[in-house]
Every structure is written in structure tokens, then in C-alpha cells.
T-cell receptor, first 113, second 113 residues
Framework: NAGVTQTPKFQVLKTGQSMTLQCAQD?????MYWYRQDPGMGLRLIYY???????DKGEVPNGYNVSRLNKREFSLRLESAAPSQTSVYFC????????????FGPGTRLTVL | QKEVEQNSGPLSVPEGAIASLNCTYS??????FFWYRQYSGKSPELIMS????GDKEDGRFTAQLNKASQYVSLLIRDSQPSDSATYLC?????????????FGPGTSLSVIP
């Protein structure tokens, strides 16, 4: 089992460019999450999906959109990147069967110039 | 605003000592509590989950929960240099949102050989 996978690992964008971060899990989890982590700020929830077909805003959703393509995949899109979106992005998944313990992907380090 | 706070670091302990990491939370409805370890440049990794008042032990790690005091702690016995990392406390968002958690800012632990 690969667990949670994310692509790409690194990305550099120019202000105004768009991109999609991909996430997939093979643990048959219902809930999936996108977080960003900035120095001194901890992990902040951008969006989450409680099940296939549903998404909900988290603490910092502005500038992002998400798609829960199916049970396995949850993508995060930046439509017009801004320097303030420079961060490390983590995808995670969990399920009630595991007490909602979250398992994280390796992260995407994004720099917006 | 629901909050999770952790003791400010960095925390330094000598090898073989007990490291004590503390976390307080504001939402009295929270039911699930998690400790994650994050090495520099890596993704968070679950160490312990605890759901009931009292102690839960797993090897050198003990999680302690006191819901009345809204306090959860992590003790690391016989600390090793490999325990040097940032430890994140996470608490679920009360009774209506079991699958969403709020992360604390983390405590950096350094174990000195």
C-alpha cells in the first residue's frame, strides 16, 4: 500500500499562473483534507471532503478550489497564484474505522514568485 | 474561535530523560485527541490517539487526557536523539465534526546526546 501520495513534490510558479495539486489514497478512506503549513503557523485546513461528492471550506479557503474526483482522489487548484500562497501543502485522509486518525502524504513545496 | 495551544519551545532534554509535551484546547465538546511527530522537511506522522480520560501507553510514549481541565499531554520516556522533532497536538472540532481537527502550533523537541 502506498498510503497517501501527492504530486508534484516541488513547484515554482509565477504570480498569476494556475496549477493543480494532486492527491490520492489507497486506504479506502472517506474523509480527505488539504492543509497548508507555514513557519510558525502550524497546519491550517484549506478544504476537506467528508465523502465522495462533498467538499467543505476550512480555515483558509480563499484562492483555492477543490475537486473530490472519486473516493481515492482529491485535488487542490490554485486559479491565480499569489506570493502569499507560497507554502508546503499536505494532503491527508482518515476514516471512522480508524478513529479518524489522519494519514499524511509527503507534501508539495510550492513557491510563488 | 476554537484553539489548540502547546507549550512554547524549543524544549531540550538530555538523552535518557523524560520529555513532557503539553497541549490545551478550548472546545469542551472535543472527543478525539492526537499527537503527531514531524521531522524537519517531512510530513506529520501519527504517534498516539486518545479518546478517554486517563493514560494510554505505547512503548516509550504515554498520552494523558484530562477533559475536565481540557488538557492533553505526551510523555516520552528514555528520550533518544531520534526523538528530536516537532510534536503536533490535534483535537477534533467538537461533537458535530468528528473528522475535522485543529492542530496546535507544535513544540520543537531536541534530545541532546
Amino acid at each position: 500500500n502506498a498510503g497517501v501520495t501527492q504530486t508534484p513534490k516541488f513547484q515554482v510558479l509565477k504570480t498569476g499562473q494556475s496549477m493543480t495539486l494532486q492527491c490520492a489514497q489507497d486506504m479506502n478512506h472517506n474523509s480527505m483534507y488539504w492543509y497548508r503549513q507555514d513557519p510558525g503557523m502550524g497546519l491550517r485546513l484549506i478544504y476537506y471532503s467528508a465523502s465522495e461528492g462533498t467538499t467543505d471550506k476550512g480555515e483558509v479557503p480563499n484562492g483555492y478550489n477543490v475537486s473530490r474526483l472519486n473516493k481515492r482522489e482529491f485535488s487542490l487548484r490554485l486559479e491565480s497564484a499569489a506570493p502569499s500562497q507560497t507554502s508546503v501543502y499536505f494532503c491527508a485522509s482518515s476514516d471512522i474505522a480508524g478513529g479518524y486518525e489522519q494519514f499524511f502524504g509527503p507534501g508539495t513545496r510550492l513557491t510563488v514568485l | 474561535q476554537k484553539e489548540v495551544e502547546q507549550n512554547s519551545g524549543p524544549l531540550s532534554v538530555p538523552e535518557g530523560a523524560i520529555a513532557s509535551l503539553n497541549c490545551t484546547y478550548s472546545d469542551r465538546g472535543s472527543q478525539s485527541f492526537f499527537w503527531y511527530r514531524q521531522y524537519s522537511g517531512k510530513s506529520p506522522e501519527l504517534i498516539m490517539s486518545i479518546y478517554s480520560n486517563g493514560d494510554k501507553e505505547d512503548g516509550r510514549f504515554t498520552a494523558q487526557l484530562n477533559k475536565a481541565s481540557q488538557y492533553v499531554s505526551l510523555l516520552i520516556r528514555d528520550s533518544q536523539p531520534s526523538d528530536s522533532a516537532t510534536y503536533l497536538c490535534a483535537v477534533n472540532e467538537g461533537k458535530t465534526s468528528y473528522d475535522k481537527v485543529i492542530f496546535g502550533p507544535g513544540t520543537s523537541l531536541s534530545v541532546i546526546p
